[in-house]
């Protein structure tokens, strides 16, 4: 921190009101007891936060003073410091003043680095104050991936060298290129801080291409130079422990990393090609935590539903949906919800996507034989209340469910079908007895993924005619009529009989990196078994039927939810139409 007259730092505190004269005497005490510095004493004693104690800092000393937490600084501006240089020299470019540089850094009064950059970016540097974590802040924003991952490759000009350690053929160490690892981890830092779900390592005939899947969208991200491939994917196989001389058939293993205090599971499959390995990693941040029912996006009579089946006492409540529609994500929601001192909760999960409090979470491990069917036979072993298993993926694992369900205990899972509605005709055809879904299924939700409007930029703009006949048709009816009515639909949406629809459409910005789109968020569809609905299953009815049964009883189906999310300007039309089909 920049040396700076204790005295002025006092009078700038008070004098901008940061604290009062009993707290600064009570700094300055601990500061002379401890020997510190009284800037440091007031950030240990947690009495002022490190943005306001380094403004103070700066106008005390006379230097300019940045905050860094809000602002987006153009890539063109971050080339002319590299991230190398900003992290070394906790120094970072913000924008220019005429035909000189500001820089933001947490020693303004650093000759040396000061001169050091200016040879380096051309320009002369105008420094200001920042704080650590505001330069921290920009120093994630760098986003030349390519430029970073090339430096690091630069040396490699063949493939790795292979060494056995003993005569019988097995591969037991590989002599690792340096410039390998700090491609590989630049590649795995930069995706987890991009937010990406999966990154895909895919071979070419004259390129190796790597591609981030975000918001559910895949983007190539950089192009690799094709004589690399065998050390990379070497690398990967290390990390992951799995065979690194077997090229011929596919491997999946998984291994972990820490991005800034985010503990990331990484999933690896790789698979043979005919240009060689593809490797596709999941990024799983076990760090995140669990949101709620209602950041997830489900509301209204859905969320009234999901509620009333999860207080029975017994009964199995579904979510469905195809591979990636946030399923699992859902489930953790509601189990959470249930999550008290009173119950006994057991899960069986492949693999444990989030560790949750209070929950005793058992890995599916097929290769010692603990498969969901084995383990859930267990799991009635061990006096549970609530259940959740991760998948039914065959009839041996919905039986055992149903019957867990029978017996007193209240199951949660997934399953993969395209609608909700299409759950049960599935568990026919898993040879379950259409009785007994009828009488232990509580509530069924069907989900989809939509991408969220960034909120820096999404613009809004009048629907045209046909699009406003296409939400009429869709949502027309479920409109509220008054504004009392609009209270209680959980909804913040136009009332019906407005002749023009307000619609948003992407634009792009730096906050988004220009997709129009920042996160996702669920739209929904959630029914309960009536009466009604257990005389259609028990005479095997269709998906169509159930469908139309559930609707007359009230379902807003994801396509209307989707609609009625746009309509709020939470996503756009086009998002919902591509996600959510009709059945």
Known sequence: MLSVDQKKFEEV????NLLNKEQLDQAKIESVRSGADLDDTLLKLNILPDEDIVKANAISSGVPYVDLSSIKVDQNILKNISKEMAKKYSAVPFGFSGNMLNVAMNNPNNVQIIEFIERRSGFRVNPYMASVSGIERIIDQYQNLSAEVGEALKSVEIEPTIKTLSGNGEVGDLVQDAPVTRAVNTILEYAAKSKASDIHIEPWESALKVRFRVDGILQETMSLPVHIQAALISRIKIL???????????????????VEGHEIDIRVALSPTVHGEKVVMRLLDKSGGVISLEKLGIRGRAEELINMGITKPHGMVLSTG???SGKTTTLYAILTKMNT????IVTLEDPVEYQVAGVNQIQ????????FASGLRSILRQDPNIIMVGEIRDSETADLAIQSALTGHTVLSTLHTNSASGVLPRLLDMEIEPFLIASTISTIIGQRLVRVLCPKCKTPYKATPSLSAAITKTVGELLPKDATTLKSFGYSVPLYGEKEF???KPVGCAECNNTGYSGRIG???VFTISPTMEKLVVNHATTYEIQKQAVSEGMITMRQDG???ALEGITTIEEVVAKASEV
């Open 322 to 324: 195809p591979t990636g």
């Open 502 to 504: 307000t619609v948003y």
């Open 563 to 565: 609609f009625l999310k």
């Open 13 to 16: 505190l008070v004098k901008l």
């Open 240 to 258: 992951s422990n799995l065979k690194i001389d077997e090229h011929r058939v596919p491997q999946d293993g998984r291994f972990d990393i820490n």
């Open 364 to 371: 599916v491990n097929s290769a010692v034989g603990l498969t």
């Open 341 to 344: 001192a009173s119950v006994n």
């Open 523 to 525: 739209i929904y569809e």
